[in-house]
């Protein structure tokens, strides 16, 4: 059964009321990654991030029996290769208690018709090398790891010392 056609099954895009649920799925998702320690956003945070004055991302919410199941949240990306913008998924979670529905292939499905909607040229995300279900699960859908690729990430101190070292930022301090 296609996962989408489930009456039982809505996927929406979130509302400023689902920040809560959000952010308790985002504490969830980081336990199953064992980040637990990285979860510093607040609620506030999240809530802004999606429906503050300027915008960072979106999210779309899942909904089994009206009950909320999962989430997966992104943002706009582009590609100078390909000449057009593109999506990046930065979570996809379905509570455990849920999966096996189809839930997470629906939210896919529905990013990819975003995707397809607003002519971008990729749907991107990373997963733990660890993660072998979440791996097989995007391997199934027709998904490739980036194995020529590594992320690089620069955070904390790091990022505020070489934002320190930038002219403009040091004339704006005067």
């Not at 996927?11 to 336990?31: M, Q, S, W």
């Not at 582009?78 to 930065?90: H, K, Q």
Request: aromatic letters at 12%; hydrophobic letters at 45%.
């Amino acid at each position: 059964m296609n996962p989408t056609a489930n009456p039982l099954l809505e996927i929406r895009f979130a509302k400023p009321g689902d920040t809560p649920v959000i952010h308790a799925f985002i504490r969830e998702l980081a336990e199953y990654e064992k980040l637990s320690r990285d979860v510093i956003s607040s609620e506030k945070d999240i809530h802004d991030a999606l429906f503050g004055t300027h915008p960072m991302a979106e999210c779309l919410m899942a909904f089994y029996q009206n009950h909320p199941v999962g989430f997966a949240l992104f943002f706009t990306t582009f590609s100078t290769f390909v000449g057009r913008p593109g999506l990046y998924l930065e979570d996809l979670y379905v509570n455990p208690a849920w999966r096996g529905l189809g839930i997470g292939k629906a939210l896919l499905i529905r990013l990819a018709a975003i995707a397809h909607e607003r002519h971008c040229g990729r749907l991107e995300w990373s997963v733990l090398n660890w993660n072998e279900p979440a791996i097989g699960f995007y391997k199934k859908l027709g998904a490739w790891p980036m194995n020529d690729w590594t992320v690089y990430r620069l955070c904390g101190h790091h990022l505020e010392f070489l934002a320190a070292q930038d002219p403009a930022l040091k004339n704006n301090e005067k």
